[in-house]
């Protein structure tokens, strides 16, 4: 008999066990290998606490009833995190004292082409979901679809796109599942991973 998953939106004094859970879900994430690649793992839980506090506060974020076990965050339509201001009033400034000078630039090195791309292929009003992690054991048991299905429904209501971005080639069929699309691909400079950008266009319901 298959377990209904029941999803709820993040209570914020779940925000370190949501950080945790994504550290452990992209630990072996080609960007997370590139970033850390030769140096101290050190501040990737820091980074995923400081993304959903801003999810919560300019967003939502989902995960399934009880202890947590998976996580999706994402930015409402108009609130994209993007640009120095953003960096400056959420605190990522601090990031390269937090996670170390050699991932913070391999870091930048990657996701600079992809908010490039953001600007230039997404909406100007859509659902951009920013992270999207299940703790390793609970993997293969249809949470993230679960997870996804919240906001998805909701830019179906309102006529709305959903855009999102990923390194790792397996998660891109899972996405199509859900209606998402390849927008574009490409290799960042320097050895960084191969990416994805995809988007989904609103369904008739």
Same mark, same amino acid.
């Given at each position: 008999?298959?377990?209904?998953?029941?999803?709820?939106?993040?209570?914020?004094?779940?925000?370190?066990? $949501?950080?945790?859970?994504?550290?452990? @879900?992209?630990?072996?994430?080609? @960007?997370?290998?590139?970033?850390?690649?030769?140096?101290?793992?050190?501040?990737?839980?820091?980074?995923?606490?400081?993304?959903?506090?801003?999810?919560?506060?300019?967003?939502?974020?989902?995960?399934?009833?009880?202890?947590?076990?998976?996580?999706?965050?994402?930015?409402?339509?108009?609130?994209?995190?993007?640009?120095?201001?953003?960096?400056?009033?959420?605190?990522?400034?601090?990031?390269?004292?937090?996670?170390?000078?050699?991932?913070?630039?391999?870091?930048?090195?990657?996701?600079?082409?992809?908010?490039?791309?953001?600007?230039?292929?997404?909406? @100007?009003?859509?659902?951009?979901?920013?992270?999207?992690?299940?703790?390793?054991?609970?993997?293969?048991?249809?949470?993230?679809? $679960?997870?996804?299905?919240?906001?998805?429904?909701? @830019?179906?209501?309102?006529?709305?796109?959903?855009?999102?971005?990923?390194?790792?080639?397996?998660?891109?069929?899972?996405?199509?599942?859900?209606?998402?699309?390849?927008?574009?691909?490409?290799?960042?400079?320097?050895?960084?991973?191969?990416?994805?950008?995809?988007?989904?266009?609103?369904?008739?319901?």
């Amino acid at each position: 008999m298959t377990t209904e998953i029941k999803v709820i939106p993040l209570p914020e004094a779940q925000t370190a066990e $949501a950080a945790q859970v994504l550290t452990r @879900a992209f630990r072996e994430d080609p @960007a997370t290998l590139y970033c850390y690649s030769g140096v101290r793992y050190r501040g990737h839980n820091w980074f995923f606490a400081l993304s959903v506090r801003q999810a919560l506060r300019h967003g939502e974020v989902h995960t399934t009833e009880g202890p947590v076990n998976a996580v999706a965050a994402w930015f409402s339509p108009g609130n994209l995190p993007i640009g120095l201001l953003h960096m400056v009033r959420t605190g990522m400034v601090l990031a390269p004292l937090r996670v170390g000078w050699v991932p913070f630039v391999r870091f930048v090195r990657c996701m600079t082409p992809l908010e490039r791309l953001h600007r230039r292929n997404a909406p @100007a009003r859509h659902w951009y979901l920013y992270v999207l992690g299940v703790d390793p054991p609970s993997q293969g048991q249809g949470i993230g679809s $679960a997870l996804m299905q919240p906001v998805l429904a909701r @830019a179906d209501a309102d006529g709305l796109a959903c855009y999102l971005e990923t390194f790792n080639a397996r998660t891109v069929p899972l996405y199509q599942r859900h209606g998402f699309e390849v927008v574009a691909e490409g290799d960042p400079p320097k050895g960084a991973p191969h990416f994805w950008t995809m988007m989904r266009a609103p369904r008739r319901r």
